[in-house]
């Protein structure tokens, strides 16, 4: 249930969390909020400096996201360099809000052995007052990442049903 690299929630912590959140949802009749994101252009890192820098990249970025998220939400890895934020009680705004702190926390330079790196990362905010599925959450969380990326990365987006 925890991703061995980064220490967060692996994939199936994820399902099983979000499983529960949904069904809460439902229940109480309250929104529900996803953040998908990626490191931006995590691929040229690998090939230009291997992926052993890879891995120290992707512990730094999970770091990051952990120390801007509440002590409620969930951050987990779902492999690569791919992450989700799933977020307690959510309003827009604290979706906003955190996709806001977490492009700041990201462009923050990052030591890596000796290298001095500058990241970004691009997200995708699903935010849905009435409850989905969990592959229609995860779908509307996806299109508004590559909304994201196509905007120019570096940047969230924000996709309301």
Do not use: W
């Not at 925890?2 to 929630?9: C, E, K, N, R």
């Not at 400096?49 to 120390?67: C, Q, S, T």
């Amino acid at each position: 249930r925890i991703d061995s690299l980064t220490g967060v929630a692996n994939r199936r912590h994820f399902e099983e969390r979000l499983s529960a959140m949904l069904a809460h949802s439902k229940r109480q009749q309250e929104a529900i909020a996803l953040l998908y994101l990626d490191i931006d252009h995590f691929k040229s890192i690998n090939d230009n400096h291997g992926h052993a820098i890879g891995d120290e990249v992707i512990k730094i970025f999970a770091e990051r996201l952990n120390a801007c998220v509440r002590a409620d939400d969930l951050v987990a890895r779902l492999g690569g360099d791919e992450f989700v934020v799933l977020i307690e009680s959510p309003s827009i705004e604290s979706g906003e809000a955190i996709a806001k702190k977490l492009l700041v926390a990201m462009r923050e330079p990052m030591q890596v052995n000796e290298l001095t790196m500058r990241l970004s990362t691009s997200i995708g905010v699903a935010y849905c007052a009435k409850t989905p599925t969990s592959q229609e959450l995860l779908h509307f969380a996806d299109k508004a990442l590559y909304a994201a990326k196509d905007a120019g990365r570096d940047t969230f987006k924000t996709l309301v049903s």
